[in-house]
């Protein structure tokens, strides 16, 4: 009689994870690294046919266009317009609370952008959505701070000579999750780092969709550098 019990439920979870693949990648996707790519993000050849993130101002794997390059503050040699892209995602299962939105460049490790506590009725952030015009942010949803310290969108500007062609991958991934976040701020009023909001995410991603976007400035004057 064990035995027999045993072997159902061994059968039942075999066929929950042949009905809810999905599933399957959410689970080890979280269980992962507390870093973006490691919070159930979906590969670039991931099929998952239902939550899915498109933008007009780039195509996935493809070179950014210069409007979202950094625009050469901080001693850089971009010179770019360092404006987010136009996103918009298809709706997440029922249940989801709310949206996060990262920028994330995978090879570097470094944050660009992040926006959490995006109602479940909004599918998408226009172009220029993370500009901030004279310190005011053009969203009124809360945002982190990225990895130069300050809040709103940061574009690519990656060293040259880093890596092979210079060449970064930046991930734009929308999570869907199943709660909202009152994350701290610390005085004076600085928005909460990149690695509060991950860890915060933990064991409320129910779905991820990325875009990704390449850049590089080696021999690339005409794409953003000087």
Not at 194 to 216: N, Q, W
Request: charged residues 15%; glycine residues 10%; aromatic residues 10%.
């Amino acid at each position: 009689m064990k035995t027999r019990i045993l072997l159902f439920l061994s059968l039942f979870a075999i066929l929950n994870l042949m009905v809810f693949p999905g599933e399957l990648r959410r689970v080890v996707g979280v269980a992962g690294t507390v870093r973006a790519h490691g919070l159930g993000v979906q590969g670039d050849d991931d099929d998952g046919p239902r939550f899915r993130v498109t933008s007009t101002t780039f195509q996935n794997n493809t070179i950014v266009p210069p409007s979202m390059v950094f625009n050469g503050q901080l001693g850089s040699a971009c010179i770019g317009g360092n404006m987010s892209p136009d996103l918009k995602w298809t709706r997440a299962v029922p249940w989801t609370k709310s949206y996060a939105v990262v920028v994330y460049d995978e090879t570097g490790e470094f944050t660009h952008w992040g926006v959490y506590n995006i109602p479940p009725d909004v599918t998408e952030l226009p172009a220029g959505a993370g500009t901030n015009i004279s310190g005011v942010p053009q969203i009124k949803f809360p945002q982190i701070s990225n990895d130069t310290f300050n809040s709103g969108y940061a574009g690519p500007c990656p060293p040259p000579d880093i890596v092979p062609n210079g060449i970064h991958k930046y991930l734009f991934t929308v999570y869907a999750l199943d709660t909202t976040f009152n994350l701290p701020q610390f005085p004076p009023g600085f928005p909460a780092p990149a690695e509060t909001l991950f860890r915060a995410m933990i064991g409320h991603v129910i779905e991820t969709a990325t875009i990704t976007g390449l850049f590089s400035c080696d021999n690339a004057p005409t794409s953003g550098c000087s």
